[in-house]
């Protein structure tokens, strides 16, 4: 299966990873300690190539 992570923002969609090859069973860390700053709105879609093909786990700092 392969792995898109894509951060949406009100008119444009960026890939964060793009087509990453994900073995069944494995696993794989994206950002490795760098951040994205996303703003209210944004959203991080997580897709596989096929269905129920991956779990995604992400870490949220809010500043309030």
Known sequence: ????????????????AKD???????SV???????????SGDIIKVKASVVDGVDALLSVMEIT
């Open 20 to 26: 990453i090859p994900l073995p069944t069973g494995s």
């Open 1 to 16: 299966q392969r792995v898109f992570i894509q951060a949406s923002k009100l008119t444009d969609d960026v890939y964060i």
């Open 29 to 39: 860390e994206i950002m490795a300690g760098n951040k994205i700053v996303l703003q």
